[in-house]
């Protein structure tokens, strides 16, 4: 009789084992585990598009940063969903950390606070689709965001919505979209995407 219960735990822990294993795939993690390096300094920016998105008080403003290289000069590009859009010359800071600079997987991240939160919660999401971009070979696939905070991609056609997470509201299923730990101490001040 003791055999019998030893074979049975035995089963019960290899049945266990095994569902975890089969399971480990479809585990939506919350964040990423490739990390960003992006931290800007609003309140030495004073980018008035930057910080729409930085405001606890303007939920549902979402911006895009892009780190750009022109005429051996680094901008970082914002461009948020209500029609702003600006571009701000690196400075010294940042040209020291720009060694380091990991603006998402393929150099675009989206920011900003939900508005369907109470407190609002602050996102950082990847520019590119979650079901489309592969690393290697390196093809980019960037959303695009409207005014109402969804994020639509124009090969798989998934809308994403980045009030909530990102998860899909239209389209095939998939993955949500790939979200960063991130902070904000105000529309003037720092932004820090890891």
């Known amino acids: 009789m003791n055999l019998k219960k030893k074979i049975s735990e035995r089963i019960i822990i290899l049945s266990a084992l095994f569902m975890l294993i089969a399971c480990k795939d479809v585990i939506d993690y ?4 490739y990390h960003c390096n992006l931290t800007i300094d609003n309140s030495v920016h004073l980018d008035a598009t930057l910080a729409s998105s930085m405001n606890t008080l303007s939920p549902g403003v979402f911006t895009t940063i892009k780190p750009l290289y022109r005429d051996g000069v680094y901008y970082f590009h914002f461009r948020n969903n209500q029609g702003l859009e600006s571009k701000k010359q690196f400075n010294a800071i ?8 990991r603006v998402g997987m393929s150099n675009g991240l989206i920011v900003g606070f939900g508005n369907l939160d109470t407190p609002a919660h602050f ?9 489309c971009f592969d690393a290697l070979p390196q093809r980019n696939y960037e ?3 409207t005014g109402t905070g969804i994020a639509t991609c124009k090969t798989c056609h998934r809308s994403y919505n980045l009030n909530t997470g990102g ?14 730990r991130a902070s904000t101490t105000g529309p ?4 820090h995407v890891y």
């Open 30 to 33: 919350e964040y990423s585990n």
């Open 143 to 145: 959303l695009t965001v």
């Open 188 to 191: 003037n001040g720092v932004l």
């Open 123 to 131: 996102y950082a999401y990847d520019l590119q689709c979650p079901n």
């Open 167 to 180: 998860n899909i509201v239209s389209g095939e299923r998939g993955k949500t979209m790939t979200r960063y």
């Open 94 to 101: 940042d040209e020291r950390l720009q060694s380091n600079l």
